[in-house]
T-cell receptor, first 111, second 113 residues
Framework: DSGVTQTPKHLITATGQRVTLRCSPR?????VYWYQQSLDQGLQFLIQYYNGEERAKGNILERFSAQQFPDLHSELNLSSLELGDSALYFC??????????FGPGTRLTVL | DQQVKQNSPSLSVQEGRISILNCDYT??????FLWYKKYPAEGPTFLIS?????DKNEDGRFTVFLNKSAKHLSLHIVPSQPGDSAVYFCAASVGTSYDKVIFGPGTSLSVIP
C-alpha cells in the first residue's frame, strides 16, 4: 500500500460527459502528480501541483483541468470526453525525498 | 517522439534464470534513471534508480546498468521469480527534478515457473 488513494476505481461514462477523479496523497506529501496511461503507452505526465499551486504541466489537454485543495487532496476534471480519453489515470505524490508513490489508478472507459 | 524507449513490449523468462529488460533514451541531458514495477490493478512502485555518475547500481536481485555513451540502460533480475511477473517501466529525468520524469511504454515480464 503506497498510502496514495484514488477514487473511483472504475468509471464508465459516455462521450461528451464530464468526470472528476479524486486523489489523496500520502500523509505529509505536498506534491501531487497526475498521469495518463493509455493502451500501449507509457505513463504520460499530465500535471503537477505543489501545496495547492500548479507546478508543472505536461501533455494535458485543454479539456482537462486539475486542482489541489487546502487539505492537499487533488481532483482531475475531464470534460467533453472522447473515446480516446479511455485510459488509466494515476495519481502520485512525493515528499521531501522526491520519491514518487503511485495510487492504484482510476480506469476510465468512455463509451 | 518518445524520449524513453522500451522496444520489447513483452518478455518471458524461466524461473531461476536472468531477466534482462532494456531501455534506450534519446535526450543526452537525462542524468537520473529509474525503474518502476507495476502489477495489474495497482499503481507503479519504485524499484531501483541510478545516477549518471554511476554505471551500476545493485539492490538484492535487481541490478541496473547504465551505458551513457550508448544512451542505454538495462535492468537485470537474478534469479527471476514468478512474483516478478509485472510490467516494468523505465523512466528518466534531468536531475532529480521529479516534475520532469519521462516514462517509457513498459515491458511486460512473465516469469514461468
Amino acid at each position: 500500500d503506497s498510502g496514495v488513494t484514488q477514487t473511483p476505481k472504475h468509471l464508465i461514462t459516455a462521450t461528451g460527459q464530464r468526470v472528476t477523479l479524486r486523489c489523496s496523497p500520502r500523509s505529509g506529501d505536498l506534491s501531487v502528480y497526475w498521469y495518463q496511461q493509455s493502451l500501449d503507452q507509457g505513463l504520460q505526465f499530465l500535471i503537477q501541483y505543489y501545496n495547492g499551486e500548479e507546478r508543472a504541466k505536461g501533455n494535458i489537454l485543454e479539456r482537462f483541468s486539475a486542482q489541489q485543495f487546502p487539505d492537499l487532496h487533488s481532483e482531475l476534471n475531464l470534460s467533453s470526453l472522447e473515446l480516446g480519453d479511455s485510459a488509466l489515470y494515476f495519481c502520485a505524490s512525493s515528499g521531501p525525498s522526491g520519491g514518487r508513490y503511485f495510487g492504484p489508478g482510476t480506469r476510465l472507459t468512455v463509451l | 517522439d518518445q524520449q524513453v524507449k522500451q522496444n520489447s513490449p513483452s518478455l518471458s523468462v524461466q524461473e531461476g534464470r536472468i531477466s534482462i529488460l532494456n531501455c534506450d533514451y534519446t535526450n543526452s541531458m537525462f542524468d537520473y534513471f529509474l525503474w518502476y514495477k507495476k502489477y495489474p490493478a495497482e499503481g507503479p512502485t519504485f524499484l531501483i534508480s541510478i545516477s549518471s555518475i554511476k554505471d551500476k547500481n545493485e539492490d538484492g536481485r535487481f541490478t541496473v546498468f547504465l551505458n551513457k555513451s550508448a544512451k542505454h540502460l538495462s535492468l537485470h533480475i537474478v534469479p527471476s521469480q514468478p512474483g516478478d511477473s509485472a510490467v516494468y517501466f523505465c523512466a528518466a529525468s534531468v536531475g532529480t527534478s521529479y516534475d520532469k520524469v519521462i516514462f517509457g511504454p513498459g515491458t511486460s515480464l512473465s516469469v514461468i515457473p
